[in-house]
């Protein structure tokens, strides 16, 4: 049987093994049930308990239960924003898509039906596919599953306190996704202008060809040859962005540790 103590360690650990899965790649996706992520929350917490046991629950939680609420609360919130920065190599994929969609000509579709973000382009939906493939190949979800699990070394429960450094560690792994998002982008975009420099010389050296006749689908199939061209750059970028998200859940979690 398990003490009170034992339960509200293995509570307060759920609420933030929860926020990891609330938004980590895969795990976040609408496909998996939200009693399916609460219980793999619940098994990731079980199987920390050893390293949990060291620190348990905090004194003042215990001595008066009112306070569980605000700790569970900045559990969730730590397991967050460990969730959010395992998410942005795959959001920089769908960036990418975005961006190489409006070059191909499938992006300005959402001009004209008025959707908004990301979800009308077919290129962006292909690339988000894609770095959901090359984030599990890499051993993303491994690597999410270990930063959850070591951050219970460095962070006792309820006793994260974010700061400015967390802000910079945030901060930076925006930019290198932003990074991601273009160097996977720019070589389909750098194709795609050569393929418009060589359309264009065509046109003029071919009296009465009409380039919008087949410029759309050549463009279309040029953007896609290129993509499965990069095939191999891109899981190599994504294995490098996978290791610099661990790195920054760990800078992350340690430069909140109180």
């Known amino acids: 049987m398990m003490d009170a103590g034992a339960v509200l360690a293995l509570s307060l650990a759920t609420c933030r093994v929860a926020g990891v899965a609330t938004f980590a790649p895969v795990v976040a996706g609408a ?3 939200v009693r399916v992520r609460l219980a793999i929350a619940f098994v990731l917490a079980a199987a920390a308990m050893p390293a949990i046991a060291g620190s348990g629950v ?3 939680a215990v001595a008066e239960p009112w306070r569980l609420l605000p700790a569970a609360a900045l559990e969730f919130a730590l397991g967050a924003v460990i969730g959010t920065v395992s998410m942005l190599p795959v959001a920089a994929f769908g960036a990418a898509g975005a961006m190489v969609g409006m070059q191909a000509g499938t992006g300005f579709g959402q001009l004209y039906d008025g959707t908004e973000g990301d979800e009308g382009d077919a290129f962006a939906r292909l690339l988000g596919v894609l770095g959901t ?5 890499a051993g993303g979800l491994d690597a999410v599953a270990l930063s959850a699990a070591r951050s219970f070394d460095y962070v006792a429960l309820g006793a994260w306190a974010p700061g400015l450094g967390v802000l910079g560690v945030v901060t930076g792994a925006l930019l290198a996704s932003c990074e991601l ?3 996977v982008a720019l070589p389909v975009t750098a194709v795609l202008l050569a393929e418009s420099l060589v359309s264009g010389l065509v046109a003029r ?5 009409a380039p919008l006749a087949f410029g759309f689908p050549l463009r279309f199939a040029v953007a896609l040859l290129a993509l499965l061209a990069g095939a191999a750059a891109m899981q190599s970028a994504m294995s490098g962005a996978v290791s610099a998200m661990l790195d920054a859940a760990h800078a992350l979690v340690k430069g909140g540790a109180a």
Request: hydrophobic fraction near 60%.
């Open 133 to 137: 493939a090359c984030f599990v190949w």
């Open 205 to 209: 050296s071919v009296p009465g060809m």
């Open 58 to 60: 905090p004194e003042a």
């Open 181 to 183: 998002a273009f160097r």
């Open 31 to 33: 496909a998996l049930p």
